[in-house]
């Protein structure tokens, strides 16, 4: 079965800096590459950022040059490194494989404010 566990969300003040971990078993990240989304209260979920398994990676436009995606296959865990955070980044982000699986966890809360 597939699973996903986010983990390192928090509060933190306009300007500041997050690295999120997405730990998955069922699935293997280095063969399924991976992806970051988010969902804002009353939004739609929508894509963050997504690796594929050959490591080429792509970024919504609104996080270009703030939002790193990484993978640590030997761990078959991946991060969102998310710097120069603003209010509009606030949401709860999830983690799921680059072509999106029906499998989500419970996601990691983010809060941008100051």
């Known amino acids: 079965q597939v699973q996903f566990v986010e983990s390192g969300g928090g509060l933190v003040q306009p300007g500041g800096s997050l690295k999120l971990s997405c730990a998955a078993s069922?699935?293997?990240?280095?063969?399924?590459?991976m992806s970051w989304h988010r969902q804002a209260p009353g939004k739609q979920r929508e894509l963050v950022a997504r690796?594929?398994?050959?490591?080429?990676?792509d970024y919504a436009d609104s996080v270009k040059g703030r939002f790193t995606i990484s993978r640590d296959d030997a761990k078959n865990t991946g991060y969102l490194e998310m710097k120069n955070l603003k209010p509009e980044d606030t949401a709860v982000y999830f983690c799921?494989?680059?072509?999106?699986?029906?499998?989500w966890g419970q996601g990691t809360q983010v809060t941008v404010s100051s």
């Open positions: 690796i594929t398994s050959g490591g080429w990676k």
């Open positions: 799921n494989r680059y072509l999106v699986s029906g499998y």
């Open positions: 069922g699935l293997t990240f280095s063969i399924h590459g």
